[in-house]
């Protein structure tokens, strides 16, 4: 939908995908506006993401000017949100209290093979699903990533809400594996009033100990539904991963 429509005018239902990109990224700065397949990174985000019938909006939500510069020379939208935003999550929920929208996705702005069929069904969820607070994804976590801090895991009750994420080997194998781990896909969709109810909480316990924003949703009893992904996603933090995510899209073009 370009140009944006008005955050008045949203439909009671309306999903919005927002992409928080700052600039000063601490491992790779400036790394949304880095040149990729001919783009910079943030645009095929962006691209992929309007790619989701269900949004009824796309914006990209960030506190450096060149960015804005950017997205809006390839006919993006964008909205400017203080420097101070403490977390992507912060930068959404201060965008989002302007908007009349249901729910909102948050989209990382550093996956820019971002699976737009999951995208879609978590879009999807939230419509069907309005008492359901939150939405997020996982898939079957990788052996070489079981052990891994830097991969969050999630374990899950029968009826598919998390029960805990993890920077930890979880689900602990004492004697044989019977349960396979999960890989936590960090894409998350939020009615809107529960979004803003999350970013007015202080941080929690659990959520400071791993450093894992979603523990403050299940310290303060908000359910979180995980939905099947079909692969782990791919961020860019290193000039490496920017390097391996050119030649997958080569390969994908091929």
Known sequence: MSPRASADSYSEVAVVGAIPARYASTRLPGKALLPLAGRPLIEHVYRRARLVEDFEDVIVLTDDQRIVDAVEGFGGTCEMTPADCPSGTDRVAFAARGWNAAAVVNIQGDEPMIDVAELAAIARYLKDHPDDPMV????????????????????????????????????YARDE?????????????????????????????????????????????????????????????????LERVANLMMEERQ
């Open 136 to 171: 997020t994804l996982a898939t079957k976590c990788p052996s070489d990533l079981i052990d891994d801090p830097n991969a969050v895991k999630v374990v899950v009750d029968r009826t598919g809400y998390a029960l805990y994420f993890s920077r930890a080997s979880i689900p």
């Open 177 to 241: 594996r019977v349960a396979d781990p999960l890989l936590h896909v960090g894409v998350y969709g939020y009615q809107r009033e529960v979004l803003l109810e999350l970013a007015d909480l202080p941080p929690t316990p659990l959520e400071q100990t791993e450093q894992l924003e979603q523990l403050r949703a299940l310290e303060n009893g908000y359910r979180i539904r995980v939905l099947e992904a079909s692969k782990p996603s791919i961020g860019v933090d290193t000039p490496e991963d």
